[in-house]
C-alpha cells in the first residue's frame, strides 16, 4: 500500500503569509496526486488534481507542484476564508489520503 | 448543478447492518466511477470503496474488504453502500463522491455526509 505523509501537522499563519504544506509519498506516484480544503462540519472541497492543475472554481492564489514521492501545496497570500484543514491524496494505486494540515490563525 | 445527497445513516450495534444510499443529479450517472469516504470524529478522510461506471468493477479498502459492498442503480441514479458485520470503528461520518470524466479516483464533487454510529 502506499502511504502519504504530510507536513507540517498544524501550522500558525497570519493573513497575507505565505504558506507551504508538504506531502510525500512512499514510492513513486507520478503526478497522481490531488490537494483538498475542509472547514469545519463541511465536506471536502477539491483545489488541485494532478498535482499542478487547479480545479475549476478554486482561487488562484492555491498552486501545486511536485512530482514522484514529493508535493506541496502552496498559498500565495493567506485569506480569511482560508483557515481550514487540507489533505493531499495519491490516486497512484486505489486512494489514500494524507493525515491532513490545520492552518490555524496566529 | 452536481449535486449528491446521503441517506441511511444511523445508529446501529455492533455486529449490525445499515445500506447508505446517495442520489446524483446533474451530470450523466453513467459516465462516472463513484465513491465513499469517511471520517471518524475529529479524525482525517479515509477512502473506502469505488466502483466504475457499469457496476462491474469495486474496490474496497482493506479494513472494510468483505464486510462492504458499493453498488449502483443507474437507473435511479444511485449509489448505494451495504455495510455488514459492523464495527465501533466503521462510526464516521460517510460521505459519497463523484471522479473526474476519464475515470481518475479523485473526488470533484462531494455530497454533504451521513453520520453512521456504530455503538451498543
Known amino acids: 500500500d502506499i502511504q502519504v505523509t504530510q507536513s507540517p501537522s498544524t501550522l500558525s499563519a497570519s493573513v497575507g503569509d505565505r504558506v507551504t504544506i508538504t506531502c510525500r509519498a512512499s514510492?513513486?506516484?507520478?503526478?497522481?496526486l490531488a490537494w483538498y480544503q475542509q472547514k469545519p462540519g463541511r465536506a471536502p472541497n477539491l483545489l488541485i488534481h494532478?498535482?499542478?492543475s487547479l480545479q475549476s472554481g478554486a482561487p488562484s492564489r492555491f498552486s501545486g507542484s511536485g512530482s514522484g514521492t514529493e508535493f506541496t501545496l502552496t498559498i500565495s497570500s493567506l485569506q480569511p476564508d482560508d483557515f481550514a484543514t487540507y489533505y493531499c491524496q495519491q490516486y497512484h494505486t486505489d486512494a489514500t489520503f494524507g493525515q491532513g494540515t490545520k492552518v490555524e490563525i496566529k | 448543478e452536481v449535486q449528491l445527497v446521503e441517506s441511511g445513516g444511523n445508529l446501529v450495534q455492533p455486529g449490525g447492518s445499515l445500506r447508505l444510499s446517495c442520489v446524483a443529479s446533474g451530470f450523466t450517472f453513467t459516465s462516472y466511477w463513484m465513491h465513499w469516504v469517511r471520517q471518524a470524529p475529529g479524525k482525517g478522510l479515509v477512502w473506502v470503496s469505488r466502483?466504475?461506471?457499469?457496476?462491474?468493477?469495486?474496490l474496497y479498502v482493506d479494513a472494510v474488504e468483505g464486510r462492504f459492498t458499493i453498488s449502483r442503480d443507474n437507473a435511479k441514479n444511485t449509489l448505494y453502500l451495504q455495510m455488514n458485520s459492523l464495527r465501533d470503528e466503521d462510526t464516521a461520518v460517510y460521505y459519497c463522491?463523484?471522479?473526474?470524466?476519464?475515470?481518475?479516483?479523485?473526488?470533484?464533487?462531494w455530497g454533504q455526509g451521513t453520520l453512521v454510529t456504530v455503538s451498543s
Open positions: 466502483v466504475n461506471g457499469d457496476g462491474r468493477s469495486t
Open positions: 494532478k498535482a499542478s
Open positions: 514510492q513513486n506516484i507520478n503526478s497522481w
Open positions: 463522491g463523484r471522479g473526474p470524466a476519464h475515470g481518475g479516483s479523485y473526488l470533484e464533487h
